[in-house]
């Protein structure tokens, strides 16, 4: 394999681990807190989770003695979309594992959570781990959204492990994923299977997060990715001063990507899904209140800008919110029908003479590409896949459409040519910042002596992550901690809490307080691509989010 110069480098990094987790990985012993608890509907999920409700959280601390560790065969899984860092958690893990002895094995489980399901492993070795440290992507044993949730998966999982003398798994993933994780190491516990589960946070998106879990891994990276690509276009623009680019960036339901990298590149408008859902703004309001911005500035003689658009926005506008719900349920109801249908004619027909009359009204108002979106195969949930959906381009075609009736009363006077973006998958696989690289390596390490001290339905933490790495803080939180319980079609089930952008919490008010000016004033900043050597100031940013919420 031809290797670029960065990447040979990359491979010589020695990702940074928090000062406790430096010291012999024999002379470490875990340390128990008080009891925990849920912190809603506790009642509920202390009954659903009998054998992993109220643990205690972990740290680790050095013991006067040596610790014994016997050699045991832990499996690792990939599970969801990519994010970086994912790497660095299984080589951390792994050499944990080698450190405290060598007879140990980690095994990967191939494609994702179906990997366990389907029997697909592979054994890691020392030079298969070193082609894949400090690199993007999840490769090394390939990922899946398969989910692992119900009991005949969960034997079939216990099967598995057993044949290959698996007695403890690590699932790396965003929040279903954690939460099947404590489902099953409450499964195993309740079967006796001998089969300990550790859960690590991961997800660009940034939602899996919560007074334990800072920041889930990738973010960082992804969101600096973005973050290059989007100061580089504001530059672009700044220099021709003739386009409006409009940016879609990823994040299948929560808004943080897009608000990080507006913190980090002050765009003229950055759109909150959560805060247009708050304020019930209708898709029409959206669109005059971006066509005014586009007007205010060409009465600067300002022809150009950036607008940044959150992925799942149109899953938070009311009324579009309430017709993709009303689409879904007819595409799952009325599925052979709808699949016989041979032309966009007789498919629009059909779906118009289903859906009410408000429903209607919004469906026919919308562009004809976005309709057909909107129509397309469902995810395995039945859910319409947002990243799909192109939101940049229908803002575009609206708001030139209202810019068009604007000039007609003579309320506009600029040239508006819009130009669509969307980033998402450009930032999944990079190659991990050196916070991603030291973050994630220290959760695979910290994985590790969670379960060489026996602990399962935990998820690995590593926390004070604005601070420098040697401060970082390791351990462990019983996922049912972070758990209540939600509506999930049409059930109630527990589950960890999606975090969305809370619109009270200091990096949304921060952006609040600055976007009037962003708006008409060019306010730019260009963070430049991610530095992986050089000074700390540079390579060793958190992100804005972190910096503004532990001020
Ligand atoms: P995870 O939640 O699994 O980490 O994935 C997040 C994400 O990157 C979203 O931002 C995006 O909507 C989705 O994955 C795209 O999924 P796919 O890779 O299946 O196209």
């Not at 875990?30 to 989770?49: H, P």
């Not at 697909?120 to 949730?149: A, C, H, V, W």
């Not at 703004?281 to 060409?298: C, G």
């Not at 999930?488 to 990096?507: C, F, N, Q, S, Y």
């Amino acid at each position: 394999m031809d290797l670029s110069p960065l990447q040979k480098a990359r491979y010589e990094y020695n990702p940074k681990l928090p000062k406790i987790l430096r010291n012999p990985i024999r002379s470490l012993k875990s340390v128990e807190g008080e009891a925990t608890s849920a912190a809603t509907d506790a009642q509920k999920i202390r009954e659903l989770f009998p054998n992993t409700y109220g643990l205690p959280q972990v740290s680790f601390a050095v013991s006067d003695v040596e610790v014994t560790h016997e050699p045991i065969n832990i499996g690792v899984i990939l599970s969801g979309g990519q994010a970086p860092g994912g790497h660095n958690v299984i080589s951390g893990l792994y050499d944990a594992l080698k450190n405290a002895n060598k007879e140990s094995k980690l095994i990967g489980f191939l494609g994702g959570p179906s990997g366990i399901l389907d029997d697909k492993t592979i054994e890691m070795t020392d030079s298969f781990i070193d082609e894949y440290r400090n690199t993007g992507g999840f490769d090394i044993i390939g990922s899946g959204r398969t989910k692992l949730e119900t009991e005949q998966q969960f034997e079939t999982c216990a099967e598995v492990c057993k044949k290959h003398g698996i007695t403890s798994l690590v699932i790396i993933g965003g929040d279903d994923s954690n939460t099947n994780a404590a489902v099953l190491a409450e499964y195993f516990l309740k079967t006796h299977a001998g089969i300990s589960v550790v859960g690590c946070p991961k997800t660009i998106d940034g939602d899996l997060k919560n007074e334990f879990i800072e920041v889930s891994f990738g973010f960082d990276t992804a969101t600096k990715t973005y973050s290059e690509l989007i100061g580089n276009l504001m530059r672009d623009a700044n220099s021709s001063k003739k386009y409006w680019h409009f940016v879609k960036l990823m994040g299948r339901s929560a808004s943080h990507i897009a608000l990080e990298c507006a913190l980090q590149t002050q765009p003229n408008i950055c759109l909150i899904s959560e805060e247009v859902e708050q304020n019930n703004t209708s898709l029409k309001e959206i669109v005059t209140s971006i066509a005014k911005t586009v007007a205010d500035r060409a009465e600067k003689g300002n022809n150009y800008g950036v607008i940044l658009i959150p992925e799942g926005l149109v899953e938070f506008i009311p009324e579009v919110k309430t017709l993709i719900s009303d689409i879904n349920t007819l595409l799952a109801k009325e599925e052979a029908s709808y699949n016989a249908l041979n032309s966009w004619e007789e498919q629009f027909d059909f779906v118009t003479s289903h859906l009410d009359e408000a429903k209607r009204e919004v469906f026919v108002s919308l562009p004809v590409d976005i309709q057909k979106q909107l129509l397309m195969d469902r995810d395995p949930h039945g859910n319409v896949q947002v990243s799909r959906i192109e939101t940049e381009k229908m803002l575009i075609q609206m708001v030139s459409t209202e810019l068009d009736q604007m000039a007609k009363t003579g309320k506009y006077t600029g040239k508006f040519t819009g130009l669509n973006h969307f980033f998402g998958y450009e930032g999944r696989c990079a190659f991990p910042s050196n916070f991603d690289a030291d973050y994630c390596y220290s959760l695979g390490y910290n994985a590790y002596l969670l379960l060489a001290n026996n602990f399962s339905g935990y998820i690995s933490s590593v926390g004070n992550l604005t601070a420098p790495a040697d401060q970082w803080t390791a351990g462990g939180i019983p996922i049912t901690m972070m758990m209540n319980m939600e509506e999930r079609h049409g059930e109630m089930k527990p589950v960890i809490k999606k975090a969305l952008v809370d619109l009270d919490g200091a990096p949304f008010r921060y952006f609040k307080e600055q976007r009037e000016t962003w708006a008409v004033e060019t306010s730019f900043v260009f963070p430049g691509a991610i530095q992986y050597y050089g000074p700390t100031e540079v390579c060793d940013l958190t992100t804005r989010t972190l910096q503004l919420e532990h001020k």
